[in-house]
């Protein structure tokens, strides 16, 4: 990635431009992490980069800047700037490019996000991020309280860099979260629930919850019930066992999930039917919401006669020549009571058994 990076400053420099890489690239380099895409800054515009990678096909230009893919790494190459209003705590109405990269470090977020290299790898930094790096602290490039103040992501982004880094605020830092975390309810819910994502799946998630509750940022979050929070599920877990606003923006699936988790926490999870019905996954995860051993779970789980209809050693043709019937809603009803007589080891599944048992079955029908 690094040499990849570096080739990448030096077609741009030879174009005639500055190129640095800065940002979380450089930070997680120092730390020994590995980084999944890398920021550039340079002073060369949108359209110079367009002219510069002309036989790379480039999806969009965002505000003063654009993302490239070379050699399969993702580049988000930004020009320099410098952002000067800001209206809803959020967005820059005016950009600035300018010719120079220390004042472009100062419209960042972190000092540890200031870091930069050039084309042949020598660090450049300038704001000292590296004394950060090493205290494992997390400072504003300058005044703390301006800096959340003007954007109100940068609180959560905070939460973030310390729980993912297992870095501790500064206290100017921790100060001007709590003055400005008002701010939080202009963000929307999808940069919320983005960012409280990342803090939520990292494995050092119950640092990043101890600060949210510390700073009191949960209450501006909307979510109701911070203490009840269980981490040791996945995230779809995670948000299940949270009382959250219903503004938070959830996929039609993730929607799906939370609900049966939901439903299946109501009932005993270790219940065969109630293990078929909603799956090894589902089960798992309200079972740790309520505190029982996953372990008991999955064992349970293995442990069924049958998983899935499939499982169900009678074929709906087999039903039907069985009972001389022709195709009908009551092959369903078949399956159903199949299904509960085996799950509850009242009826073996066997093909003869099962072909005995439907043989009588017209007899109770009506
Ligand atoms: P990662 O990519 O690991 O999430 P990162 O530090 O690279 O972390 P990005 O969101 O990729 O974060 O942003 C790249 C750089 O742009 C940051 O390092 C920071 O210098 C700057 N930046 C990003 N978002 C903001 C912001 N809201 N305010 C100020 N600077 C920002
Ligand atoms: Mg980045």
Same mark, same amino acid.
């Given at each position: 990635?690094?040499?990849?990076?570096?080739?990448?400053?030096?077609k741009?420099?030879?174009?005639?431009?500055?190129?640095?890489i800065?940002?979380?690239?450089?930070?997680?380099?120092l730390?020994?992490?590995?980084?999944?895409?890398?920021?550039?800054?340079?002073?060369?515009?949108?359209?110079?980069?367009?002219?510069?990678?002309?036989?790379?096909?480039?999806?969009?230009?965002n505000?003063?800047?654009?993302t490239?893919?070379y050699?399969?790494?993702?580049?988000?190459?930004?020009?320099?700037r410098?952002?000067?209003?800001?209206?809803?705590?959020?967005?820059?109405?005016e950009i600035?490019y300018?010719?120079d990269?220390?004042?472009?470090?100062?419209?960042?977020d972190?000092i540890?996000n200031?870091?930069?290299m050039?084309?042949?790898?020598?660090?450049?930094d300038?704001?000292?991020?590296?004394?950060?790096?090493?205290?494992k602290?997390?400072?504003?490039?300058?005044?703390?309280?301006?800096k959340f103040?003007e954007?109100?992501?940068?609180?959560?982004?905070?939460i973030?860099?310390?729980?993912i880094?297992?870095?501790?605020?500064?206290?100017?830092?921790?100060?001007?979260?709590?003055?400005?975390?008002?701010?939080?309810?202009?963000?929307?819910?999808?940069?919320?629930?983005?960012?409280?994502?990342?803090?939520f799946?990292?494995?050092?998630?119950?640092?990043?919850?101890?600060?949210?509750?510390?700073?009191?940022l949960?209450?501006?979050?909307?979510?109701y019930?911070?203490?009840?929070?269980?981490?040791n599920?996945?995230?779809?877990?995670?948000?299940?066992?949270?009382?959250i606003s219903?503004?938070?923006?959830?996929? /039609?699936? $993730?929607?799906?999930?939370i !609900?049966? &988790?939901?439903?299946?926490?109501?009932?005993?999870? *270790? =219940?065969?039917e109630?293990?078929?019905?909603?799956?090894?996954?589902?089960?798992s995860?309200?079972g740790?919401?309520?505190?029982i051993?996953?372990?008991?779970i999955?064992k349970k789980?293995?442990?069924?006669?049958?998983?899935?209809?499939?499982?169900i050693?009678?074929?709906?043709?087999?039903?039907?020549?069985?009972?001389? /019937?022709? $195709?009908?809603?009551?092959? !369903?009803? &078949?399956?159903q009571?199949?299904?509960?007589?085996? *799950? =509850?080891g009242?009826?073996?599944?066997?093909n003869?058994?099962?072909?005995?048992?439907?043989?009588?079955?017209?007899?109770?029908?009506?």
């Amino acid at each position: 990635m690094l040499e990849t990076s570096l080739k990448l400053l030096k077609k741009i420099e030879m174009a005639g431009f500055k190129a640095y890489i800065v940002g979380g690239f450089v930070r997680d380099y120092l730390l020994n992490r590995p980084s999944l895409d890398v920021d550039i800054a340079t002073n060369a515009t949108p359209r110079d980069i367009k002219q510069i990678f002309k036989d790379i096909f480039i999806p969009k230009v965002n505000y003063g800047s654009i993302t490239v893919f070379y050699h399969n790494i993702r580049f988000e190459i930004t020009t320099f700037r410098k952002e000067t209003k800001y209206i809803d705590n959020r967005r820059p109405t005016e950009i600035e490019y300018i010719n120079d990269l220390s004042e472009d470090l100062s419209r960042r977020d972190f000092i540890i996000n200031t870091i930069c290299m050039d084309s042949n790898g020598t660090i450049i930094d300038l704001l000292n991020g590296r004394k950060d790096l090493e205290k494992k602290e997390i400072n504003t490039v300058g005044n703390s309280y301006n800096k959340f103040n003007e954007d109100a992501l940068r609180i959560l982004r905070a939460i973030r860099f310390a729980t993912i880094l297992n870095f501790t605020l500064s206290d100017e830092v921790k100060e001007a979260i709590i003055k400005t975390k008002h701010n939080l309810s202009s963000l929307s819910y999808q940069r919320k629930k983005d960012e409280l994502d990342k803090i939520f799946a990292s494995n050092n998630a119950k640092y990043g919850v101890s600060l949210i509750k510390e700073l009191a940022l949960d209450q501006e979050l909307e979510i109701y019930n911070i203490d009840e929070i269980e981490l040791n599920v996945d995230i779809i877990g995670i948000w299940s066992s949270l009382k959250i606003s219903d503004k938070y923006p959830f996929s /039609k699936n $993730e929607k799906e999930l939370i !609900k049966k &988790i939901r439903e299946a926490m109501k009932l005993n999870n *270790l =219940n065969n039917e109630v293990l078929y019905q909603y799956g090894l996954y589902v089960n798992s995860v309200a079972g740790t919401l309520k505190g029982i051993d996953k372990k008991k779970i999955t064992k349970k789980f293995e442990q069924l006669p049958i998983t899935n209809k499939k499982d169900i050693k009678i074929t709906s043709k087999e039903i039907m020549d069985v009972l001389g /019937k022709k $195709e009908g809603s009551y092959i !369903k009803d &078949i399956y159903q009571q199949l299904t509960s007589l085996i *799950l =509850n080891g009242n009826l073996e599944n066997d093909n003869e058994t099962l072909k005995s048992y439907v043989s009588k079955w017209g007899y109770y029908e009506e």
